[in-house]
């Protein structure tokens, strides 16, 4: 794989769904959705995906995490255009609250469907939506070593976009349920903590020589470096607010050029145990900005609200040069207000849903009432739905 580095630029990939505006489910119609898009907005930057209700926003290479932001909001704008004429409506959440995978059509590209048809029934599952953040290091000799580093903040960043509590009309009781979905896929996860670019290479060489990526093209880890000589931060649920998704951004691209920064310095980065990463990633997932994390390889352990405000603290000077100040304060601002998956969850519980995760009524209504959770999590894809509208 080749590794061209980069200066500490920043790009970013947004995923989001389409869905029907009466019954609130997922709609195949990202092909004819991205045919207008071409009619009314030539050269437009947005892309299909894997599945035909998932259309994604690609930025070009900025400076800024604001002008990748501004890049994303005028994309949207552009398919908030095209999705009013199409008569669909755009949504942006980890996971949709009670839409049946089974159901799902696939886009027409070769990869998916080979995807598919080594994944089976753990692929087709994959109705999950994310962002990705690329930050541009400046050699091959850095990668891993920043990588290892990034992976210490795992489940920062991941309590701050967690927005899939439900699943398949259920509350999995899970902040991010996507996470636990996605790292069902044969080359999805956790990266190993390579040492070097050569041990990289090395792996890439075994697992091309005996066929495990002949059906993907490529390894989809957690963080994963990238043939535009950037680090790609994979892991973020799709976030329902532009503001919200600047933030998470913001601190990436902050810690990103952070632990470049220390590796020039001559310091060893931080690494956490393979076990602590893996405990991490599921206290995140399942508790959100709830969790309490292990921090340091001593197995120091903090709440992840308390760790977050202190490395804002820490990373506003270097925020200020990046010229991201603003939306890194922010990370403050969604830690005050809760994560997504709080919202969506509120706003389900009051129209009905079940008190305790995996249960389908709420304890003292019964399903005869109509009471059922898929029908409450209706309420959470409308706000989910009017949160993204307004925050353009």
């Not at 598919?116 to 953040?133: A, K, N, S």
């Not at 390894?219 to 919200?244: K, N, Q």
Request: aromatic share 10%.
């Amino acid at each position: 794989m080749d590794f061209p580095g980069s200066r500490p630029t920043v790009g970013i990939e947004w995923e989001v769904a389409l869905l029907d505006p009466h019954t609130r489910n997922l709609t195949p119609l990202a092909a004819e959705l991205l045919e207008l898009m071409d009619q009314k907005f030539p050269g437009h930057r947005v892309t299909r995906e894997f599945l035909a209700n998932t259309v994604e926003m690609v930025t070009g290479v900025h400076e800024t995490i604001p002008n990748a932001v501004e890049d994303l909001r005028e994309q949207l704008q552009q398919l908030f255009i095209c999705a009013d004429e199409l008569g669909v409506q755009l949504f942006s959440a980890g996971t949709h609250p009670f839409a049946d995978w089974g159901d799902q059509q696939l886009s027409q590209k070769n990869s998916y469907q080979e995807i598919i048809e080594r994944t089976q029934y753990w692929g087709r599952q994959m109705i999950i939506w994310g962002i990705h953040v690329h930050v541009g290091v400046g050699s091959k000799d850095k990668v891993w070593p920043v990588i290892n580093a990034m992976m210490t903040h795992y489940p920062h960043i991941l309590a701050l976009s967690a927005s899939s509590p439900a699943w398949e009309g259920l509350d999995t009781g899970y902040a991010s349920n996507r996470t636990l979905l996605y790292q069902q896929l044969p080359t999805a996860g956790t990266p190993y903590q390579f040492a070097n670019w050569e041990e990289w290479e090395q792996f890439n060489a075994d697992t091309d020589k005996s066929g495990v990526i002949n059906h993907t093209g490529s390894w989809h880890f957690d963080v994963r470096p990238s043939t535009y000589g950037t680090v790609e931060v994979r892991f973020a649920d799709a976030t329902m607010a532009v503001w919200e998704l600047a933030a998470i951004c913001a601190y990436t691209h902050c810690l990103v050029v952070h632990f470049e920064r220390l590796f020039d310095a001559g310091e060893t980065l931080p690494t956490l145990q393979p076990w602590h990463i893996a405990e991490n990633k599921w206290r995140a997932a399942r508790y959100g900005l709830d969790a309490e994390i292990i921090t340091d390889r001593d197995t120091t352990e903090k709440w992840v609200k308390d760790d977050l405000k202190a490395w804002v603290e820490k990373l506003t000077p270097l925020a200020e040069e990046l010229g991201c100040a603003a939306e890194l304060r922010d990370v403050l601002r969604l830690v005050e207000r809760g994560g997504d998956y709080e919202l969506q969850r509120r706003a389900a519980r009051e129209a009905g849903a079940a008190l305790e995760p995996g249960t389908r009524t709420r304890g003292d209504v019964g399903a005869e009432q109509g009471f059922t959770q898929p029908e409450a999590w209706v309420a959470a894809v409308d706000l989910t739905v009017e949160t993204l509208r307004k925050s353009v």
